[in-house]
């Protein structure tokens, strides 16, 4: 715990140096030659904050880095994006310039309209050096509930609705609002609903687990790997697997690229802001 500590805090120490270094650089740069400014140094994990519930982190630290200092603790971001890859400066705005100014926006202070309309703003509000995160508790299981749905559209979507939203209302009630939702669509009239609570280790010792498959038919990555599942390919590269999105993206042809244009839908959900308090942007 000290050198974690230790860690932490020569993490701060050298966030407060870059956080001068960028704000010179963009005093001082031209914008008709070079003015892009450079983040590559925010990378790094600040700090957790066990009686704060948040994790206070750089724009360049990814899903991947958070789970893995997070979890141990039994800890995990109440919202964690689906690929290790993306990051939180990526997530929140992406790269964008300004004037040099360091402002910290919270919800209610007086930058709060920063704060609010920095998410999806793709950068042109400022550049985003550092983000407080929440964190929720999590046990070491989840047990899961499947709920076969078969219906037309609109049964789907009910389905997944109410997987995670109480049809009386009771949205903070955390004995109906599961821990975990996930729905996977296999057709127009089928669709298999998911959901999770955490559970811990002695309590999935004593209910017992059951594994079930699910043929949900092609996935992405067989469309992109479809020798993957090959006996020779797993002896001999599956120590490769899972393999980085950006590098299956590099190397997909341009049949697969038209595939995905042409059969795949992408579906985001967006959440109103004031659900995912506290964010703090500075």
């Known amino acids: ?17 870059n956080v001068q270094k960028a704000v010179k650089r963009l005093k001082e740069r031209n914008l008709s030659r070079d003015g892009l400014v450079d983040l590559s140094a925010f990378g790094n994990i600040r700090e957790i904050d066990k009686e704060r519930m948040i994790a206070k982190v750089e724009p360049l630290v990814n899903m991947e880095q958070i789970t893995c200092v997070t979890v141990p603790m039994n800890l995990a971001l109440a919202v964690v994006a689906v690929l290790d890859d993306l990051t939180v400066g990526g997530l929140i705005n992406g790269n964008g ?23 999806w703003s793709q950068g042109t509000l400022g550049l985003l050096v550092s983000a407080e ?28 609705t ?62 992109i790997l479809p020798f993957a599942d090959q006996f020779w390919f797993r002896l001999l ?14 190397t997909q042809g341009e049949a697969i690229r038209n595939y995905y244009h042409e059969m795949h839908v992408i579906q985001d959900v967006l959440v109103p802001l004031y659900k995912l308090l506290p964010y703090n942007f500075a």
């Open 133 to 160: 995160i929440k964190l929720i508790p999590i046990k070491e299981y989840m047990k899961l509930t499947y709920k076969p749905v078969v219906g037309n559209l609109k049964d789907l979507a009910q389905a997944d």
């Open 1 to 17: 715990m000290n050198s974690e500590r230790k860690s932490f805090k020569k993490c701060h120490k050298e966030h407060e140096e």
């Open 162 to 223: 109410e997987s995670f939203a109480p049809r009386d209302g009771d949205q903070d009630n955390p004995e109906k609002v599961p821990d975990f939702v996930e729905a996977m669509i296999y057709g127009p009239t089928e669709a298999e609903c998911m959901k999770g609570v955490y559970v811990s280790k002695e309590e999935a010792k004593r209910r017992g687990t059951r594994l079930i498959v699910l043929d949900g038919g092609s996935s992405p990555g067989k469309l």
């Open 237 to 250: 590269f599956g120590w490769l697997m899972p393999p980085k999105v950006s590098l299956l993206k590099f």
């Open 97 to 119: 310039i300004e004037d040099g100014c360091v402002v910290r926006a919270t919800k209610d202070n007086e930058f709060s309209d920063l704060f609010y309309a920095i998410p």
